[in-house]
């Protein structure tokens, strides 16, 4: 008996002893397969095991916060809850938004933590097995725990103090010393992957992924940043346009109409729309369709200007193509993964709907989701957007695509109608020129040919050898809505040939996503490579029409953010200062310089820019700081005074 007596307190004080690293070590794994909806032998195998410096980091640092919390607390039950609501809800925050938009939960997302649930009920996202199993597991260790730690002898305030003391000083170390110091995390194989935060989730978890990306939130100031600097970009930039004997582009309506002749204030037309790019471009690479996708598309190129948009987003960040497009400036200084709309578009700033405003045009935009989604019911009035139709505001309108999205998305068609309604109300309003920019949503990831009944989706009937059944299904998916959105482009351009005034519209695609779970659609056809940085997989369609020239231009590639440049350029439109300079740095250095891609102007591409493509870089990002962060001393050069400076203090 005394014996026994003796044995179990040694047996029950190692099961104490283990059960913090173990426990904090399960949590670990359930957040894991939470995020990732499965964990198999290829998940350790091709993701955890590699990087298992990341996972190394999460599971001290659980196993601290449950020490930090028994320490203080000495309730061991509620040290085990911390532990794993820190772990799991993340985790399942990340599984959903990765769901939603094809990107994982990021700090900058706590923003918008309200509106993603609204939106993940509305996309009918139900909870998972995996975060049943998590539920019920984190039940027992949490009563288990109970029972195991019962009857611990009890410490006085000073032991528990410092036992907390110390446990918080080795988080806080763990945190600030190696989680938020990019060259300790870096010398431990945590690599920034600037192209695709979902790639960098699944390598380094969930924990490690959220954490290290809390250092990408400051915004440095160019180092001689001043007035002084700022005018002397702008005094070139004049200074240049007097001895430039060669238009951008030669062909264009602006360069070939008399200066006293050109359309001074068009209504212009924004098209942006969801995941688009040319698939029919697929049918040089061994696909064949039952219908012409693309047909008004390659109608309208022989009378259009028409090219590439290059897009900083892969796969999802459609509010950073849509930021670009309408501000000029580049999502690539800003801190990778960040969304404007969310951190930086916080006040009026400059860009092309508050331009537009300052030259007497009434401006819209209209998209088919929740107005809150991205934020854009506060980044909106920022540029200048005087109002805005979302979804709330769409009554009778036709959606499709029930398969992950319950309650289904609107259609192209039914947008192209929104579009032209919301026109004939600004016009009926007022005599103002119109400013109208739309989001379509129809075309959304994920593919699935359940999406569309089989009378209505657009059929694959020839493909590349090795190619799964459920890929094609997901093309068909895909193509349906490529077809729709042409239909759409149609359906707008011949409305708005027909108007009594001219019209500008541009439309272009947002981003390349993955086709059903992977890249094979555009591996085994040779289309691509399976990298999501791959400059092929960021070049979507773009076309720029209007109903009072027909004049054929080939843009060529160009940035996201040189959109609105260049459909002022070619257009004849009087262009403020700053887009007067990103039309000089696409002729004279390079035809996109984004994510650590540069295209040079004969379209190859490079990772090592010139040293004179460098200094054009960096001028732009002090011109693009000097609006979004600075003193705004450009708004004064382009008589935008009204707009203000940020209380720049550093």
């Known amino acids: 008996m005394a014996n026994c007596s003796k044995t179990t307190p040694r047996l029950l004080t190692a099961v104490r002893a283990f059960f913090p690293p173990l426990a904090t070590l399960g949590i670990l794994l359930l957040t894991e397969w939470i995020a990732r909806g499965t964990l198999n032998g290829d998940t350790f195998m091709n993701y955890i095991f590699p990087h298992a410096g990341a996972y190394l980091l999460a599971w001290a640092l659980l196993f601290l916060v449950w020490l930090c919390v028994d320490w203080l607390t000495r309730f061991a039950p509620l040290a085990t809850l911390t532990a794993a609501f820190l772990g799991c809800v993340p985790a399942a925050v990340d599984f959903y938004t990765l769901q939603l938009r094809g990107e994982p939960f990021l700090p900058w997302d706590l923003a918008q933590v309200s509106e993603a649930a609204g939106v993940a009920s509305a996309a009918g996202i139900h909870i998972q097995i995996s975060m049943v199993v998590s539920i019920v597991l984190v039940a027992v260790l949490t009563v288990g725990s109970f029972f195991l730690y019962r009857g611990r002898e009890k410490l006085r305030w000073a032991q528990r103090g410092a036992g907390f003391a110390a446990s918080a000083a080795l988080t806080c170390g763990l945190i600030f010393g190696v989680f938020l110091q990019p060259t300790v995390t870096q010398a431990i194989g945590i690599q920034p992957d600037a192209w695709m935060q979902d790639r960098y989730y699944s390598y380094y978890g969930v924990i490690t992924g959220f954490l290290t990306n809390l250092t990408n939130l400051e915004i440095s100031k160019p180092e001689d940043y001043s007035e002084e600097a700022v005018n002397a970009i702008l005094d070139d930039v004049e200074a ?9 582009y030669p062909e264009s309506y602006g360069a070939v109409t008399p200066a006293d002749e050109v359309e001074k204030k068009p209504t212009i037309i924004y098209v942006m729309d969801e995941s688009y790019w040319d698939v029919s471009e697929l049918e040089q690479y061994g696909f064949t369709f039952d219908t012409d996708v693309s047909a008004n598309l390659h109608a309208l190129q022989q009378t259009s200007a028409s090219g590439r948009a290059y897009s900083p987003s892969f796969g999802g960040g459609t509010c950073d193509v849509e930021f670009e497009a309408l501000t000029g400036y580049s ?7 960040s969304k404007p709309y969310q951190q930086h578009v916080t006040k009026p700033m400059f860009a092309l709907p508050n331009y537009l405003k300052s030259e007497g045009y009434q ?12 934020s854009r019911d506060t980044a909106y009035p920022n540029l200048g957007f005087d109002d805005f139709i979302s979804l709330e505001d769409m009554h009778h309108v036709q959606k499709v695509r029930r398969h992950y999205w319950t309650s289904g998305l609107v259609t192209d068609d039914s947008m192209a109608d929104q579009i ?5 109300t600004m016009k009926s309003n007022s005599d103002a020129p119109v400013f109208l920019h739309a989001v379509t949503m129809q075309n959304h990831t994920n593919y699935n040919r359940d999406n569309y009944p089989d009378d209505e989706r657009v059929k694959v009937v020839s493909y590349p050898a090795g190619i799964r059944p459920s890929t094609i299904g997901a093309l068909e998916d895909f193509a ?24 500008i519209l541009v439309f272009w695609g947002d981003h390349y996503n993955p086709i059903d779970s992977n890249y094979d659609i555009f591996t085994a056809s040779g289309y691509a490579s399976d990298s999501s940085s791959d400059p092929r997989l960021h070049q979507t369609t773009l076309l720029m029409w209007s109903n009072y020239t027909n004049q054929a231009v080939d843009l060529g590639t160009i940035a996201a953010y040189d959109i609105s440049p260049v459909m002022m350029n070619i257009y004849g439109l009087d262009q403020p200062l700053y887009f007067r300079y990103l039309n000089r740095q696409l002729q004279a250095a390079y035809r996109t310089n984004t994510r650590g891609t540069v295209m040079n102007r004969d379209g190859s591409t490079t990772q090592e820019p010139t040293s ?6 960096a001028n732009h990002w002090m011109l693009q700081y000097d609006l979004m962060f600075g003193k705004g001393y450009a708004l004064k050069r382009m008589g935008l005074e009204d707009l203000g400076g940020t209380a720049d203090s550093k």
């Open 240 to 248: 240049g346009e007097k001895y430039t004997t060669q238009p951008l």
């Open 420 to 424: 032209i309604q919301q026109y004939e």
């Open 480 to 503: 349906t809505g490529i077809r729709d959105a042409d239909a759409m482009l149609g359906k707008l351009t011949e409305y708005f040939s027909q108007v009594d005034e001219p019209v």
């Open 363 to 374: 401006t819209a935009a209209v998209h088919c989701f929740w107005a809150k989604y991205w």
């Open 612 to 617: 004179l493509q460098q200094q054009w870089s």
């Open 331 to 337: 999502v690539s200084y800003l801190p990778s993964g």
